[in-house]
């Protein structure tokens, strides 16, 4: 059994916390937590099980990192603080683990990630001896490793395009929705994740893995923008209100450039209700998806739709990019220490997990 630490209990870690404890080669081991009303308590209750897992949660990283666990699932945030993400993960990597994360855009394309991100890690792995995978939907399998899989069915490829629409307000975190992505800001307020060549800084990576694994040099990347304002005040369930005249839709595309055309391009089109931009892409159930879209021939389209925590489409993609890092694990853990990226590890079945029930 691979003695296994899920770092970070919201709305990825609880989800971490069922996928370790079901995958039958992992051992949920230990619970780091941040804040001090989730210490002490079981692993299965913060999970969202009815039974308990027989592992207090903890604060004490130290004790923790000291018993050498062989892996680690860091699913505390990085967007708001990179630098301590960044620490965190060289700790774990330096007291020899396996870190799997979602935690860091940045490291998602790790052979072109910057040297002021790659340094430290490559030294912590020196030290330590720990292995690092870091993933998640989109960025992560929505538009690297599912495109690649499915670019293996056709014969000719004219272009890839990897879309996500979604309608956000089942996206229960207020902070990134309103501030970081800017839906109920006014259409003057720049969002920093909309501010030009961010969208590149996040959602470029992934389109240098699709060139590489399709063998084909980017000559460029470029952004397009698109934003459309509320016409009349709504409400949603999770975060409230949301005024007319607000932002309340948005559609970019980042692309890749191949001989003078955007022949492989990320496009998200997502609004916090689904009134905002109707003539806009909408998704078949209303509510979000993943596709893919091979233009050539044959023409191939694959959409993906995850639900989870009472039909929750957010809590699906987050329960896909768990499983994507969690079901990584015992592959990571037989390979050599170093710094991985999606087109390295494999994806893989699900073996042992059929029909395996949990608490």
Not at 189 to 201: H, Q
Not at 271 to 284: E, G, M, T
């Amino acid at each position: 059994m691979i003695s296994t630490v899920v770092w970070g209990t919201g709305n990825v870690g609880r989800l971490a916390l069922r996928a370790v404890d079901a995958h039958p080669e992992l051992e949920l081991t230990d619970v780091i937590v941040h804040t001090p009303d989730k210490v002490g308590r079981d692993a299965g209750e913060l999970a969202g099980f009815e039974t308990r897992l027989g592992v207090a949660a903890t604060d004490d990283i130290d004790a923790v990192l000291a018993r050498k666990p062989r892996a680690v699932v860091y699913a505390a945030s990085g967007d708001l603080r990179p630098d301590e993400a960044l620490e965190d993960i060289g700790r774990a990597l330096r007291a020899g683990a396996v870190v799997v994360t979602c935690a860091l855009y940045g490291l998602y394309d790790i052979r072109n990630t910057p040297d002021e991100l790659r340094a430290p890690l490559l030294e912590a792995v020196e030290e330590g001896g720990g292995s690092l995978f870091v993933s998640g939907v989109d960025p992560g399998w929505g538009n690297d490793v599912l495109p690649v899989l499915i670019s293996g069915l056709g014969s000719r490829i004219d272009a890839v395009r990897c879309q996500e629409i979604f309608d956000y307000s089942t996206y229960e975190q207020p902070e990134a929705v309103r501030y970081s992505v800017g839906f109920g800001q006014p259409m003057d307020y720049m969002a920093p994740m909309l501010i030009e060549t961010v969208p590149s800084m996040i959602w470029g990576g992934q389109l240098r893995l699709i060139a590489r694994a399709l063998g084909v040099e980017l000559e460029d990347i470029r952004e397009t923008m698109e934003r459309r304002p509320l016409e009349e005040t709504v409400t949603t369930p999770s975060m409230g209100e949301f005024e007319a005249g607000t932002q309340g839709a948005i559609r970019f595309e980042v692309q890749g450039i191949v001989d003078g055309e955007p022949r492989l391009v990320i496009e998200h089109v997502t609004r916090i209700h689904p009134s905002c931009a109707p003539d806009w892409p909408q998704p078949a159930n209303g509510t979000g998806a993943h596709r893919v879209i091979i233009e050539g021939q044959p023409h191939i389209e694959v959409t993906v739709e995850a639900s989870d925590e009472g039909e929750n489409r957010s809590a699906g993609g987050n329960a896909t990019a768990v499983g994507r890092l969690v079901n990584a694990i015992d592959w990571l853990a037989g390979q050599q220490p170093g710094l991985y990226d999606a087109l390295d590890v494999p994806l893989r079945p699900a073996v042992g997990r059929l029909g395996r029930k949990q608490p």
